[in-house]
């Protein structure tokens, strides 16, 4: 099949000197070129440590003053600046999957779901570059200025809109919390270049790693944090249930905990589409189950609840005409 190449470019002129963008004014890419993906262009080109996507193996890299978008639908892109930015984060979100999330984005067009674009935009703003040997402005960079390109070349329009799901509470148990604050300097900062890992938070004979994490043992979840305040085990436990958790518990401080528990019906998680399950076969019994864990080791409780989550829809949407 003939590929079609299609370039909007805003600007051809070279990026000149970094520039800061004047007060009040969103920084935005000022040079930004779309090009449509054949079929197949795109599938199986992620590179490892990249910010990826479902949709036909597409993926996106920030860099500093850039971003290149690899062959992603305008939906995959949507999702992404509605779940890196917390600018941009639609009402208790629970979901952390960055590919089509049909909770997340409605309506459109089927082309919006099913047509991949790769784009390469540019900009001079010093904002987007970050400091000099410093992080990338990935929020930024992914999230209103991604969101500000895809208004501009696709003339996309949308609003927000909730609706009412289940969801759990974190409390505390009847029985009493059995968990305590941990002291200070109970854990070591996170560092790479110690050559441990966050998995090994609680590595034997070592102070535990300030980090948090979920992870797979057998057939089994775990779930482990050092340092960590309530909100964030919440948010660990989001990512199991599949339900936001909202922390009721009114508790303040850091903590520490290691949970193991049963891979249920109750604690599915979730995983992109086609990636097969991260549980493999084991003749070890499955442990117990999530809620008996966090009651007998930590005194916690996740009782049922509902709340407003909310999602984004498409009014409008143009495919990008060729200049």
Same mark, same amino acid.
């Given at each position: 099949?003939?590929?079609?190449?299609?370039?909007?470019?805003?600007?051809? +002129?070279?990026?000149?000197?970094?520039?800061?963008?004047?007060?009040?004014?969103?920084?935005?890419?000022?040079?930004?070129?779309?090009?449509?993906?054949?079929?197949? %262009?795109?599938?199986?080109?992620?590179?490892?440590?990249? @910010?990826?996507?479902?949709?036909?193996?597409?993926? $996106?890299?920030?860099?500093?003053? @850039?971003?290149?978008?690899?062959?992603?639908?305008?939906?995959?892109?949507?999702?992404?600046?509605?779940?890196?930015?917390?600018?941009?984060?639609?009402?208790?979100?629970?979901?952390?999957?960055?590919?089509?999330?049909?909770?997340?984005?409605?309506?459109?067009?089927?082309? $919006?779901?099913?047509?991949?674009?790769?784009?390469?935009?540019?900009?001079?703003?010093?904002?987007?570059?970050?400091?000099?040997?410093?992080?990338?402005?990935?929020?930024?960079?992914?999230?209103?200025?991604?969101?500000?390109?895809?208004? %501009?070349?696709?003339?996309?329009?949308?609003?927000?809109?909730?609706?009412?799901?289940?969801?759990?509470?974190?409390?505390?148990?009847?029985? *009493?919390?059995?968990?305590?604050?941990?002291?200070?300097?109970?854990?070591?900062?996170?560092?790479?270049?110690?050559?441990?890992?966050?998995?090994?938070?609680?590595?034997?004979?070592?102070?535990?790693?300030?980090?948090?994490?979920?992870?797979?043992?057998?057939?089994?979840?775990?779930?482990?944090?050092?340092?960590?305040?309530?909100?964030?085990? +919440?948010?660990?436990?989001?990512?199991?249930?599949?339900?936001?958790?909202?922390?009721?518990?009114?508790?303040?401080?850091?903590?520490?905990?290691?949970?193991?528990?049963?891979?249920?019906?109750?604690?599915? *998680?979730?995983?992109?589409?086609?990636?097969?399950?991260?549980?493999?076969?084991?003749? $070890?019994?499955?442990?117990?189950?999530?809620?008996?864990?966090?009651?007998?080791?930590?005194?916690?409780?996740?009782?049922?609840?509902?709340?407003?989550?909310?999602?984004? $829809?498409?009014?409008?949407?143009?495919?990008?005409?060729?200049?």
């Amino acid at each position: 099949m003939r590929r079609i190449a299609l370039a909007l470019v805003l600007r051809m +002129a070279g990026m000149p000197a970094m520039a800061q963008t004047p007060a009040g004014q969103k920084p935005q890419f000022e040079i930004a070129s779309v090009k449509p993906c054949a079929p197949g %262009d795109g599938t199986g080109r992620g590179v490892p440590g990249q @910010r990826g996507a479902a949709g036909g193996g597409g993926s $996106v890299i920030p860099s500093p003053g @850039r971003l290149f978008v690899n062959c992603m639908s305008v939906s995959s892109m949507i999702n992404i600046y509605l779940t890196v930015s917390d600018a941009e984060r639609l009402i208790n979100d629970s979901s952390r999957l960055i590919g089509d999330d049909q909770r997340r984005v409605r309506g459109g067009p089927g082309w $919006v779901y099913s047509d991949r674009y790769t784009i390469n935009a540019e900009t001079s703003d010093r904002a987007a570059a970050g400091p000099t040997g410093g992080p990338i402005p990935d929020t930024l960079l992914l999230g209103p200025m991604l969101r500000l390109l895809l208004e %501009d070349r696709f003339q996309l329009k949308t609003h927000r809109d909730t609706e009412e799901v289940t969801m759990y509470s974190l409390t505390i148990a009847k029985g *009493g919390l059995k968990i305590k604050p941990m002291e200070e300097g109970g854990c070591v900062p996170f560092d790479l270049s110690t050559g441990r890992r966050p998995w090994e938070v609680f590595k034997p004979g070592e102070k535990p790693l300030c980090s948090q994490g979920t992870g797979v043992a057998e057939s089994d979840w775990t779930i482990y944090g050092a340092g960590q305040a309530m909100s964030n085990l +919440a948010g660990m436990l989001t990512t199991v249930t599949g339900r936001h958790v909202f922390d009721k518990t009114g508790l303040s401080g850091r903590f520490n905990y290691n949970l193991r528990f049963a891979h249920d019906d109750t604690t599915p *998680g979730e995983f992109p589409p086609g990636m097969p399950s991260p549980f493999p076969q084991s003749d $070890v019994p499955a442990g117990r189950s999530l809620f008996t864990v966090l009651e007998e080791q930590l005194g916690l409780k996740l009782v049922p609840d509902k709340g407003p989550r909310g999602y984004l $829809v498409i009014d409008r949407v143009e495919r990008p005409s060729e200049n």
